[in-house]
């Protein structure tokens, strides 16, 4: 089983959701989040004085798969996230030993 974590343009979001709901994606966790990259914020005006942003509001998607739907996953969030501007963001792959539902109980593949 995977995590991924997509860190995406906050406009992205409604479009990458319906977007993983049709490739059967049964669940996800959206978290407002704020960071920087390689585009180090930017300045904005307010009340005529300029100041500069440095931590840029996105949204980061957490989604749990199996491997073998990883691929499709990954290309899908690419696709519906990308704009081709520096601060489109970055996905982040991790393995998970286990995932356990908390109601139930059940363990690895059928708690997903």
């Known amino acids: 089983m995977k995590k991924i974590e997509a860190i995406i343009r906050h406009f992205k979001l409604e479009n990458l959701k319906n977007a993983l709901s049709e490739l059967g994606v049964k669940g996800m966790t959206i978290t407002d989040v704020r960071g920087y990259g390689r585009q180090k914020g930017h300045t904005e005006m307010y009340r005529g004085t300029e100041y500069a942003v440095d931590f ?23 696709m519906t996230s990308q704009t081709g501007q520096i601060g489109d963001g970055k996905i982040f792959i991790s393995e998970l030993s286990d995932v356990i ?12």
């Open 56 to 78: 840029v509001p996105k949204v980061k998607v957490e989604v749990v798969c199996m491997d073998d739907e990883l691929q499709k996953v990954v290309e899908r969030i690419i």
């Open 101 to 112: 539902r908390i109601r139930t109980g059940e363990c690895g593949p059928e708690a997903i």
